[in-house]
Antibody, heavy 121, light 107 residues
């Protein structure tokens, strides 16, 4: 069974770049039918989709983040990453990575446990 | 963007109760809708996809219905492990969006 695990710094200074990695085990990131997503949840609030990457490197992003986000494939074929630039306190959230099976529709069937990122000086 | 509105925002219920949660989309999304359950400190868990299809491993007391702009999630007989927050999500178009959540707590 596929498992996802987020990793990265838990504290980021305002105006800096947040960087997170998602490591996928129990399955291939290269499967053509899979799309790899980032989703975030501010403390006590709802869920916001950030964007996805496909194994061919194509991406789609949520415009609400004003093009501050970049999702890329890792050098390892089991990783993909998120970078979010010019962060503010409003970017404080639990960040999740999640999988979509494209042929089934854009539903997130496997999620990582999430990692809390706090933006503070 | 498609706005997803859930009601109620919270509901108090007892074990054994039937609970219904509604999700409305700001425009038609056919049956492109999912429901998730989230417990405190945990990631969301997919319950229902394509409005009415039960995800593998999800108990049959959960069911979903609806199409177009109005959808419901029903828990036929609430169990202790069902006290959680539930989110709907539209899968019709980008950006993918979620409802604000409905918290089911103990009466």
């Amino acid at each position: 069974q596929v498992q996802l695990q987020e990793s990265g710094p838990g504290l980021v200074r305002p105006s800096q770049t947040l960087s997170l990695t998602c490591t996928v085990s129990g399955g291939s990131i290269s499967n053509d039918d899979y799309y790899w997503n980032w989703i975030r949840q501010p403390p006590g609030k709802g869920l916001e989709w950030i964007g996805y990457i496909h194994s061919d490197g194509s991406t789609t992003y949520n415009p609400s983040l004003k093009s501050r986000q970049t999702i890329s494939l890792g050098t390892s074929k089991r990783q993909f990453s998120l970078k979010l630039s010019s962060v503010t306190a409003a970017d404080t959230a639990v960040y999740y990575c999640a999988r979509v099976i494209g042929s089934r529709g854009w539903y997130f069937d496997f999620w990582g446990r999430g990692t809390l990122v706090t933006v503070s000086s | 963007d498609i706005q997803m509105t859930q009601s109620p925002s919270s509901v108090s219920a007892s074990v054994g109760d039937r609970v219904t949660i509604t999700c409305r989309a700001s425009q038609g999304i056919s049956s492109w809708l999912a429901w998730y359950q989230q417990k405190p400190g945990k990631a969301p868990n997919l319950l229902i996809y394509a409005a009415s299809y039960l995800q593998t491993g999800v108990p049959s007391r959960f069911s979903g219905s609806g199409s177009g702009t109005e959808f419901t999630l029903t828990i036929s007989s609430l169990q202790p492990e069902d006290f959680a927050t539930y989110y709907c999500q539209q899968a019709n178009s980008f950006p993918l969006t979620f409802g604000g959540g409905t918290t089911v707590d103990i009466k």
